[in-house]
């Protein structure tokens, strides 16, 4: 059975970090691009960031950007996201996904690029 799981999310306040950690089992993804989603209450599911297989291309929403880091450890099937100063409007239920590419130059940053998810961690940030 093949499981993303999310950990790390969590209360912080505002200026805080958190790291979010997803990992896979059942299958390897080492070869496959993945990324992380939020969802708000009420708002649709949003891109933040997603990385090739090869850690060669990453890319990050512009509303985190200079703040979250997307990274990667394929011996250890396992997807990261580091949030630095973290806002308010970062609180959101975060997923993170794999797609069944196949060591592909490219990392999806639409929902239904993507075919396995995790069960979402989530992260409140106060003011």
């Known amino acids: 059975q093949v499981q993303l799981v999310e950990s790390g999310g969590g209360l912080v306040q505002a200026g805080g970090s958190l790291r979010l950690s997803c990992a896979a089992s059942?299958?390897?993804?080492?070869?496959?691009?993945m990324g992380w989603f939020r969802q708000a209450p009420g708002k649709e599911r949003r891109f933040v960031a997603a990385i090739t297989w090869s850690s060669i291309i990453k890319y990050t929403a512009d509303s985190v950007k200079g703040r979250f880091t997307i990274s990667r450890d394929n011996a250890k099937n396992t997807v990261y996201l580091q949030m630095n100063s973290l806002k308010p409007d970062d609180t959101a239920v975060y997923y993170c996904?794999?797609?069944?590419?196949?060591?592909?130059?490219?990392?999806?940053?639409?929902?239904?690029?993507?075919?396995?998810w995790g069960q979402g961690t989530q992260v409140t940030v106060s003011s």
């Open positions: 059942g299958r390897t993804f080492s070869n496959s691009a």
């Open positions: 996904a794999a797609d069944s590419s196949n060591r592909r130059m490219y990392a999806g940053r639409e929902a239904d690029e993507y075919d396995y």
